[in-house]
């Protein structure tokens, strides 16, 4: 017997009414058209390097409130990476 | 008979961060309106105010905090002011709000660190004996096993019991789904939008998944691409951030709230659905588990096709959906006995009575470095 995949507290004839759609809609969606992920749709994140991570953060507002003399500190980021940051801000390119 | 408390008290807080809507101010604010109908005043302190009207929060500064009968310390992440906080002379108390594991952010240095010293920080602030509470039995037991052994629960939030008619939704009439919460990895907003992809098929023409709130920029990113890779462009939305009366009115036309998150400390908005009569589907995972305490339908597979199925099986089915909410409504009920302003006004009054000034506190160099304590797990 295959193992539930819900949990709800309904009378029994509610129980058993949606137990069988579930079971016929399962079967129904598993032969419909499956999402088709390839790499590029997979979550990578580590793939980012902390400069572009910074420079979204900082493009989406949420840095504002930081101190950037702490950043550094703050994300493990190198002083250099820290200039660069100022340095397209400063020229607005961010 | 004797007034139990005869001299005007006034009780503190601080959270390092304050914005509108996040959760913590919101507590912040509900514990000052409640403690000042019982005649007790007291301020709300931050380092960083974001898009508050002016006055509501104060600016902290060291000498911000000292007139004052108890403090109350929100905790989350990182808190930069530790070190002057716990200098300050005068009764404490701590309020944790369960954060995710630091294991959900390896991609982002600055919050994995920020998570690490928060847990950091619980440590300190059990060195200087300040006593500690949790907005939910999960955040207790998180506190108990970080050496906090009479950690209390206390209310987050005013319900008011409420009796709602339940209007049964037209079948055809095509159907919204909602989730609100931070766009972050581990809420799984991806494998909402890929039950979605399931669920079209089964739903009316005109169909939508709403997914409410703002966070981190390269997920953000990833599940716009995704919508746009699965060809759902029409069907799902990413709101952004919403006012308290836009929230409400997608809360009234949804016809289900559905939670995949792998952590939630207590998940608010699970209550804000109930209260809004919207069925609620959940991964049973962390702190929603006590919160919807067998109310709405739990997921017991991890896999969106299952939920897909079960999602549009129940929605097909009015007494199923009568029964959920009649239940929810009960679930309301339940917590309306603690979760309420009277239940909150005896907790922080009652510990203004019992927490005298930490041992710890007195000590300007304490043991335990704020930013140097041991990682405790």
Redesign the interface.
């Known amino acids: 017997m295959s193992k539930p995949t819900f949990r709800a507290e309904w009378p029994p004839e509610i129980q058993k009414a949606v137990k069988e759609s579930v079971q016929k809609t399962q079967k129904a969606l598993k032969r419909s058209s499956k999402p088709h992920f390839d790499e590029e749709m997979q979550y990578q994140p580590s793939k980012l390097s902390p400069l572009n991570y910074v420079i979204l953060k900082v493009l989406q507002g949420q840095w504002e409130h930081r101190s950037f003399s702490v950043l550094p500190l703050t994300i493990g980021m190198t002083r250099k990476t820290l200039s660069q940051v100022k340095r397209l801000l400063s020229h607005g390119s961010l | 008979m004797r007034e139990p408390f005869k001299q005007a008290l006034t009780v503190h807080q601080y959270h390092f961060?304050a914005s509108a809507g996040e959760a913590i101010t919101q507590h912040m604010l509900l514990i000052q309106q409640a403690l000042a109908e019982v005649g007790v005043s007291g301020k709300i302190f931050s380092s960083?105010i974001?898009n508050l009207p002016q006055g509501r929060v104060h600016k902290w500064s060291l000498d911000s905090a000292w007139d004052c009968d108890l403090l109350l310390i929100h905790h989350s992440q990182a808190n930069p002011e530790v070190k002057s906080l716990s200098r300050l002379e005068i009764p404490k108390a701590l309020i944790y709000h369960s954060q995710p594991p630091e294991s959900f952010y390896?991609?982002?240095?600055?919050m994995f660190?920020?998570l690490i010293q928060g847990k950091k920080q619980l440590s300190f602030w059990k060195h200087q004996n300040v006593p500690a509470f949790a907005v939910s039995q999960f955040g207790v037991n998180e506190l108990k096993k970080l050496g906090f052994p009479r950690a209390e629960i206390l209310p987050l939030m005013h319900l008011e019991p409420q009796s709602a008619a339940l209007e049964d939704a037209e079948p055809l009439e095509p159907k919204h789904l909602l989730f609100v919460g931070k766009l972050m990895?581990h809420k799984r907003q991806?494998q909402l939008i890929?039950l979605f992809?399931?669920l079209k098929?089964?739903f009316p023409k005109g169909s939508q998944l709403h997914l409410v709130g703002?966070g981190d920029?390269?997920?953000?990113?990833?599940l716009k691409?995704?919508v746009k890779?699965?060809g759902l462009s029409s069907f799902v939305t990413l709101t952004g951030k919403l006012t308290e009366a836009e929230l409400k009115n997608y809360y009234s036309f949804a016809d289900a709230f559905i939670c995949v998150s792998d952590h939630e400390g207590f998940c608010l908005p699970v209550v804000e659905a109930m209260q809004q009569q919207v069925p609620v589907f959940y991964r049973?995972h962390s702190g929603i588990q006590e919160t919807m305490a067998?109310?709405?339908?739990?997921?017991?597979?991890s896999?969106p096709?299952?939920h897909?199925?079960?999602i549009?099986?129940?929605l097909?089915?009015p007494?199923?959906v009568r029964?959920?909410l009649k239940?929810q409504n009960q679930r309301l009920k339940e917590m309306a006995r603690f979760q309420n302003k009277k239940k909150l006004q005896e907790m922080v009054l009652s510990a203004c009575q019992r927490f005298p000034i930490a041992k710890g506190s007195l000590n300007p160099k304490p043991k335990v470095k704020p930013h140097d304590a041991p990682f405790v797990h």
């Open positions: 961060r960083e974001k390896v991609h982002d240095r600055d660190r920020n990895p991806a890929e992809f399931y098929s089964e703002t920029p390269l997920y953000t990113k990833y691409l995704l890779q699965l049973p067998g109310a709405g339908v739990e997921f017991l597979s896999r096709v299952d897909a199925a079960i549009a099986s129940v097909k089915h007494a199923a029964a959920l239940k």
